[in-house]
């Protein structure tokens, strides 16, 4: 068919949260086409999808897409119900948890690639329905340390920047961030900048893609990162190259960071993580000499059992420099689902917080929320993801509403997460398919997937855009709202949302943030990043032009050392098995898997290891090799590379059959953020 007869939809991408925005065209049945938007107000523009967005669509047709209610029968295995029998067993289910056990035995995983509107009421389904305040979502396993950081130091626990700083940055500082592989686009805008003329400085375990285009590439040892970057911090101090006005005028702490950088010098540095005085100093003058530098990152430098400690240092780093708050400079973690900044943070599906970061155990701002959603809300904070597990397994938590998170494979020690799941009283899951976890489930409810239904994202850089229908719900599948909708009138409440743009208007009455954020204006807008205070403000392109989001306006530094890794390497497990993604597979696969064209190119696992020590076991590439930690093991084929140094070695997420989680720690969260340290943990490795 030729495109003009197909149905079409401006929407946005529903894999990573670059925010993408394209027209996607169906026939009714299956997506056919997508092309870049043509809206120049749209914030990634001029610049083609990578191949997810563009060819990523199968999975919406594939054959085992669910299209009805599934439930256990009596001996045990699934059969499908009809919506009121399976809405019932999970009303009758949670409801007798909550009705002996009290709320707090209950908890929800909500899901980052659903809309701010359906997180929004997750939110107020887990408080007001179930009465509990567990409710946590992805955002715990991979940037949560980032958003207890920056909340701490600037205010806002989200990106300054806009994306478009990363074209005009004079100096760009990437670390634990394979930009080219899970963030294609902005890696475009990064290359681009670069072949400019901007210093590209790239830490990382691995030589990444990103390496090619560096002025300078070092690499780390993974769990240290502190350390080199609290070296910079104090070469830069040592050096008088910090931006002594905007540390005068708009920092607090400056001699606290000064006093607690001062162990940091070459000789410890060098010694602790390897990275040379040279190249302490040469990225020091890079970022100092810029006019505007942006400090970027991702998991490599959060998911660890200190990762906040890492990104404090980061922002005290960005800040003594004086990038905040100007054009091309500031701080960027890359978020990673498409929809964990809005659905993820800003909603609130989170234990600590409602929607638009207003803690629960404040009196003023509880009593906002208990007025508007009619019931009580209990001041103490709930469990976080990783948490409920922990306790889920002490019988703390008995009953799991999981939606769209595929718990079974992106938990840390997945072992221990498949018995948590095995042995909950009840396990509903929500998603578009007989996930992993889902296996483990009483009751699957089968949701629409986002080319299914209407209402917004919010992309990394905080720009909210619209998500619109193109086609109707595959089967008798239903959008996250509408279940939650019907699920919680049957609990007793009477929600009568008849659009997601209604529900938005109730976020916006109650989250300032978002409150000139409306179905009406980010369509007209073209999108409209946060904070958005009312219905005449025009967004924020960056934040921190002013001032920043504190008690006294200003950044408060905080002086950090480092703690090394929750594990090190010993003789049984010499080595350090690092975990991450690859471009043309998206976390545990769930869409990716179901893409013809994208399992050709990618179809299985496999463990990146330095020819030195491939050698000394007696490895070649493709051979099988045993991988084991504390935990578990796993075996998948070799791939000798020198990308990864001779004592580390790394495999990609996404497999089922590898399922590189059951050798991750569960045990040794942040102390801050609960986040797992999934980026360091000790191995043995020999051939299968
Ligand atoms: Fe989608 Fe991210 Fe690719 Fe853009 S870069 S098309 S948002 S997966």
């Given amino acids: 068919k030729r495109l003009e007869e197909l149905n079409v939809a401006d929407t946005t991408c529903g894999y990573c949260a670059v925010g993408c925005r394209f027209d996607l065209y169906s026939d009714g049945e299956e997506i056919l086409a997508a092309r870049p938007t043509e809206d120049e ?47 019932s067993r999970v009303a009758d289910g949670l409801g007798e948890i909550r009705d002996t056990h009290g709320g707090e035995a209950l908890s929800v995983i909500a899901s980052s690639k659903a809309t701010n509107e359906e997180n929004y009421l997750m939110g107020k389904f887990a408080r007001q329905v179930l009465q509990t305040n567990s409710i946590d979502n992805c955002n715990r396993l991979c940037h949560s340390s980032t958003v207890a950081a920056l909340g701490q130091t600037y205010g806002y626990g989200a990106a300054s920047i806009s994306t478009d700083d990363l074209e005009i940055a004079d100096c760009i500082l990437l670390t634990g961030s394979n930009t ?8 475009t805008q990064i290359k681009q900048n670069v072949r400019d003329g901007a210093d590209l400085l790239v830490f990382d375990p691995r030589e990444i893609q990103m390496a090619e285009y560096a002025s300078q590439y070092t690499q780390v040892k993974p769990g240290y990162d502190a350390v080199w970057i609290n070296g910079i911090t104090r070469y830069i101090i040592e050096h008088d190259l910090y931006d002594e006005t905007f540390v005068a005028e708009q920092t607090t702490g400056f001699e606290e960071v000064q006093e607690s950088v001062e162990e940091f010098t070459p000789d410890r540095v060098e010694k602790i993580t390897g990275v040379s005085h040279d190249e302490i100093a040469s990225a020091a003058e890079m970022i100092a000499d810029a006019d505007g530098c942006v400090f970027g990152w991702t998991l490599g430098l959060t998911e660890h059992s200190h990762g906040t400690e890492n990104v404090i240092a980061m922002a005290n780093l960005a800040a003594i420099t004086g990038n905040l708050g100007k054009p091309g400079a500031g701080v960027s973690p890359f978020r990673g689902q498409n929809n964990v900044q809005g659905g993820g943070g800003d909603m609130g599906p989170l234990p600590d917080n409602f929607p638009g970061y207003q803690d629960i155990a404040d009196d003023d701002v509880r ?29 703390n938590i008995r009953g799991m509403y999981i939606i769209g998170e595929n718990s079974a494979l992106s938990e840390p020690g997945v072992n221990h997460a498949e018995d948590v799941l095995e042995n909950l009283d009840f396990l509903v899951v ?11 489930a009483d009751v699957v409810l089968p949701a629409s997937s986002f080319v299914e239904k209407t209402g917004t994202f919010t ?10 229908k193109v086609m109707e719900p595959k089967g008798d599948s239903r ?41 009406e204006r980010v369509k007209e807008n073209g999108g409209l990043q946060w904070p958005c205070w009312d219905m ?7 934040l921190y032009e002013d001032e920043f989001n504190t008690d006294n306006g200003k950044v408060n530094l905080k002086g950090v050392g480092y703690s090394e890794p929750a594990e090190t390497p010993t003789e049984e497990y010499p080595l350090t098995l690092t975990t991450g993604r690859v471009l043309y597979q998206y976390h545990t696969g769930t869409m990716t898997h179901r893409e013809e064209g994208i399992m050709q190119y990618n179809p299985s696992d496999f463990v990146e290891i330095n020819p030195a020590t491939a050698a000394g076991m007696g490895i070649s590439g493709g051979d099988p090799v045993r991988i084991e930690s504390r935990r578990g093991e796993t075996v998948v084929p070799a791939q000798i590379t020198d990308r990864v140094g001779p004592e580390n070695v790394f495999v990609p997420i996404h497999f089922t059959e590898s399922a590189i989680n059951r050798l991750t720690d569960e045990e040794h969260l942040d102390p801050t953020a609960a986040t797992p340290e999934y980026k360091v943990s000790a191995v043995r490795v020999e051939p299968a």
């Fill in 41 to 87: 107000d749209a914030p990634i523009n001029g610049i083609s999808t990578c191949v997810k967005g563009k060819f990523g669509y199968d999975f919406i047709n594939s054959d085992d897409r669910l299209t009805a209610p599934l439930v256990r029968d009596e001996s045990g295995q699934f059969r499908e119900a009809t919506w009121d029998e399976a809405l």
């Fill in 459 to 468: 992309n990394t850089d905080r720009t909210v855009q619209m998500v619109n």
């Fill in 479 to 519: 959008p996250d709202w509408i279940i939650l909708q019907e699920l919680a009138n049957r609990m007793g409440r009477s929600w009568d949302y008849d659009s997601t743009a209604e529900v938005m208007d109730e976020i916006n009455s109650l989250t300032p943030i978002y409150g000139g954020v409306s179905h």
């Fill in 430 to 440: 929500q998603d578009l398919f007989v996930t992993e976890t889902a296996k483990y």
């Fill in 367 to 395: 009593a906002k929320f208990e007025d508007a959603w009619d019931c009580e809300i209990d001041p103490e904070y709930g469990y976080y993801t990783t948490q409920m597990f922990l306790e889920a397994a002490e019988d």
């Fill in 536 to 542: 005449d403000h025009p967004g924020t392109v960056r």
């Fill in 180 to 187: 080219t592989e899970a963030h294609p686009v902005l890696a």
